[in-house]
């Protein structure tokens, strides 16, 4: 009798260790797949990038995040940032629009919005054409309008300044303005991760969200003489419409700035911004976007 129990013990034992060990075979194996699971780690064109969860602010990807950098006309997500902030914000009163901004579009033959001098343009109106075309006559415009000052210069110097109050209210420490474009001095500067900060905080606007997903618009704005004319404008990027969830947010390009792209898109609930810097063109830029966002969507 006692040797029946003892083999039963034994027998028991032995089941035991069975199931164990093929548990840990189990889990090892599970872990393994888990590790050849996880997506490889891009190579980007861009000098420089970054990739964060909008709504955990977890990091997904960085490459020299924090080396300033000229932004070219991703400068105007600031733009419309400190625009949207001011208080008692009427986004149906109306600008009109002086020689100045069109003189400064040829001088500096920068990207346009086409206002025509003389037509009387809304401010929202003037953040589509800020957004979209990727328009400096409309970025001046509004510099122009909420600045303070009683020159032109000192309005849009006061607006810079409340750019730079903007960035430093977020915390950064590596972003300056020294315009209301991106067309700069040489002290326009930022990085992928503060750029990125300062879209997704951008993003937390209605009004803003709402520009930055639009691919195309047609807005009536009243001429000169009383009548009305339809400005037509269409979204520099690209991705809208051609990448799975995209939201938005901004291209940019210039001399020094090269190609840049501020990025949003949302997938199963899930939204992931982030941001290029200096890459070689605009189709690789959207190259470079597109690979950080499929790498940050499977992790």
Known sequence: MRHGISGTRRASVAATVALTAGAVLASGAFASAARAAAPPTPTVTAKGGFVMNDGTAKTLYGKAADTRRSTGSTTKIMTAKVVLAQKNLNLDAKVTVQKAYSDYIVSNTAS??????????????????????????????????????????????????????????????????????????????????????????????STFRAIVKTKSTKQKVTT???????????????????????????????????????????????????????????????????????YSFKK
């Open 112 to 205: 346009s919005a086409r206002l025509i001098v003389g037509d009387k343009v809304t401010v929202r109106q003037l953040l589509y054409g800020l957004m979209l075309p990727s328009g400096c006559d409309a970025a001046y415009a509004l510099a122009d309008k909420f600045g303070t000052g009683t020159t032109r210069a000192a309005r849009v110097k006061s607006f810079i300044g409340k750019m730079n109050a903007s960035a430093k209210s977020l915390g950064l420490k590596n972003t300056h303005f020294d315009s209301f474009d991106g067309i700069g001095g040489g002290s326009n500067y930022s990085t992928p991760r503060d750029l990125t900060k300062i879209a997704s905080s951008a993003m937390k606007n």
């Open 224 to 294: 000169k003489t009383g009548g009305y004319r339809y400005m037509s404008w269409t979204n520099t990027n690209t991705m809208l419409g051609s990448y799975t969830g995209m939201i938005g947010v901004k291209t940019g390009s210039g001399p020094t700035a090269k190609y840049c792209l501020v990025f949003a898109a949302t997938r199963n609930g899930r939204t992931v911004i982030g941001t290029v810097l200096t890459s070689t063109s605009a189709t690789t830029r959207t190259a470079d976007a597109k690979k950080l966002l499929d």
